[in-house]
């Protein structure tokens, strides 16, 4: 978050910005520090570090199976709720329609629209090859709004709630990951519309950790 107010900072030329209160207050639990003050919940060193704008590096995202950021992937989809067994990687989904990445409606923060999409649900599938060696640190890149339920080879790899107004990474269930083999694998996304903006864009990433800087 205090990248991104650093993003702010030197671009629009942002002077100031809040995030959370100093502490607790009641059935809160998003302060800096408890309600009686006894704890600090943050690393003091590195939250002082990072609103003076010193951050550690960041890893590098290396993309496996692509999102339509910069360039529309093809997607099957359909906006009728399909049979049960939609996400595995046998189901037959000819009938469905086909698609340019992301989904959604223009005007949706940060979305990417390839293809409109404006009703309640929608259900998109995609096939992907993989190397014999797989991505050491696979996880899935992803826009949603709003919720998001993403499967692997008909595994759910992730469920993701509400909305978002950017790309971020998310982690991949063990038991789907497990699935991921080398050669044809299946990606299948459902994502849920109640009101205002809707997108959904989903692909997988390797995170690469960053090198640290050497201690003196």
């Known amino acids: 978050l205090l990248r991104g107010v650093y993003r702010f900072k030197d671009a629009p030329g942002l002077s100031a910005a809040v995030y959370t209160q100093t502490t607790d207050c009641e059935g809160e639990v998003n302060g800096l520090m408890t309600y009686d003050r006894e704890v600090i919940k943050a690393d003091a060193e590195k939250m002082a570090a990072a609103n003076r704008g010193e951050f550690p590096p960041l890893p590098q995202i290396k993309p496996v199976v692509a999102t339509s950021?910069?360039?529309?992937?093809?997607?099957?989809?359909?906006?009728?709720?399909?049979?049960?067994?939609?996400?595995?990687?046998?189901?037959?989904?000819?009938?469905?329609?086909?698609?340019?990445?992301?989904?959604?409606?223009?005007?949706?923060?940060?979305?990417?629209?390839?293809?409109?999409?404006?009703?309640?649900?929608?259900?998109?599938?995609?096939?992907?090859?993989?190397?014999?060696?797989?991505?050491?640190?696979?996880?899935?890149?992803?826009?949603?709004?709003?919720?998001?339920?993403?499967?692997?080879?008909?595994?759910?790899?992730?469920?993701?709630?509400?909305?978002?107004?950017?790309?971020?990474?998310?982690?991949?269930?063990?038991k789907a990951l497990a699935s991921l083999k080398a050669g044809k694998n299946t990606l299948a996304v459902h994502c849920k519309q109640t009101s205002g903006g809707q997108f959904v864009d989903v692909g997988l990433v390797e995170v690469v950790p960053a090198k640290q800087p050497a201690k003196e």
Do not use: C
């Open 69 to 174: 950021e910069q360039t529309p992937a093809e997607w099957k989809y359909t906006t009728e709720k399909p049979a049960d067994n939609w996400s595995k990687p046998d189901f037959d989904d000819s009938s469905w329609k086909a698609g340019k990445g992301g989904f959604g409606t223009e005007g949706t923060p940060g979305a990417v629209v390839g293809t409109k999409w404006d009703t309640p649900d929608i259900w998109l599938r995609r096939t992907f090859e993989l190397p014999a060696k797989l991505p050491a640190d696979l996880q899935i890149r992803l826009h949603h709004d709003e919720d998001a339920d993403i499967y692997i080879n008909g595994i759910r790899a992730a469920r993701e709630t509400s909305f978002v107004s950017e790309y971020y990474e998310a982690a991949i269930s063990p």
